[in-house]
C-alpha cells in the first residue's frame, strides 16, 4: 500500500508539471496546486510517515505514543486540507 500512495503522489506531482509546461490552464493555477500538493507530500513523507512508524513500533511511552498520535491526526488535516484545494482549483479551471 506504502508504494501505491508514493506511485500516486508521483503521478499527481507530474501531472501537476506537465500542466504547467504545457500551459493548458493559467499559470497561477498549476504554480498553486503544485505548491500545495508539495506541502502536503512533504509533510507526509517527512513528519507523518515517520510519526507513524515509530507509533507502530510502541516503543515510547503512553504519553508520547498519545502526542504522536494528535500530531498524525493534524498532519491528515492539513494534507486533507491542501488536497482539496488544490482539487477545487483544478476543477474551477478545467
Known amino acids: 500500500m506504502n508504494r501505491l500512495v508514493a ?21 497561477w493555477v498549476g504554480w498553486v496546486s503544485l505548491v500545495l500538493a508539495g506541502a502536503a507530500i512533504l509533510l507526509a513523507a517527512l513528519r507523518t ?3 507513524a512508524v515509530r507509533l507502530g513500533a510502541r516503543t515510547d511511552s503512553s504519553r508520547h505514543q498519545s502526542e504522536l498520535t494528535e500530531s498524525i491526526g493534524r498532519d491528515h488535516v492539513f494534507c486533507a486540507a491542501a488536497i482539496v484545494a488544490v482539487v477545487a482549483i483544478e476543477l474551477s479551471f478545467a
Do not use: E
Not at 9 to 14: E, H, P, Q, S
Open 7 to 27: 506511485a500516486v503522489m508521483l503521478a499527481t506531482i507530474g501531472a501537476i508539471t506537465a500542466q504547467i509546461v504545457r500551459g493548458d490552464r493559467p499559470q
Open 49 to 51: 510517515v515517520p510519526a
